[in-house]
């Protein structure tokens, strides 16, 4: 960051590639430390929740704007329409928006260009919150491993990410007294949804 702000002179442009490439592995390598230690917290019973009643709309709205620029900058569409009443849990308001923008995240990243990522609140004796994505799916026979640490879809795209954001996720939501998971969209239409379901408040 350095170089690139206050670098003596101008710099060519494979000098600028190779400080943006740099750039890139050292923010995976930032995700990667950080998700291990949240893995190893939640696992050793060492990471904090601070649980209040919490507005799940005002969370996925949060949530949404966190990711808005990346979703731009992938040239996808994050669309949802806002509940007229609010919705409760009880939760942490910071560790359910870690959930949703990485759920969004994941949507975005595995997107077509000019493609399209719903999200829906359901509200009922559980509340559901669905992630709708019209990428290239998960196989039927990863969806139950999907969750576990160090697991993704096999990708030779280059759109992997650590294999620990979905187990962070799963122990979150668990946390919470919750289930999280995911399933295909209806016959012959390409993509996944991501789901999560939580008590509501008494």
Known sequence: GLLEVEGDGPMSKAGKEGLELAEMNIDRVVHLVND?????????????????????????????????????????????????????????????????????????????????????????????????????GVPENQRASIFERFRQVESSDGRGGTGLGLAICRALIEEHGGTIGVSALDKDVRGSKFWFKLPKRQ
């Not at 050793?44 to 969370?59: H, K, P, R």
């Not at 900058?73 to 959930?99: A, N, P």
């Not at 829906?120 to 509340?127: D, T």
């Open 36 to 136: 291990i230690l949240d893995i190893e917290k939640l696992e050793s019973g060492m990471l904090t929740f601070q649980i209040e009643a919490v507005d799940l709309n005002a969370v996925i709205v949060r949530s949404i704007e966190s990711v808005t620029g990346f979703a731009k900058q992938q040239g996808v569409t994050i669309s949802y329409d806002q509940c007229q009443e609010k919705i409760e849990i009880m939760g942490d308001h910071e560790r359910l928006t870690q959930v949703i923008v990485n759920l969004l995240s994941n949507a975005v990243k595995f997107s077509e260009r000019n493609g399209l990522v719903r999200v829906l609140l359901i509200p009922g004796e559980e509340i559901a919150v669905e992630i709708i994505d019209h990428g290239r």
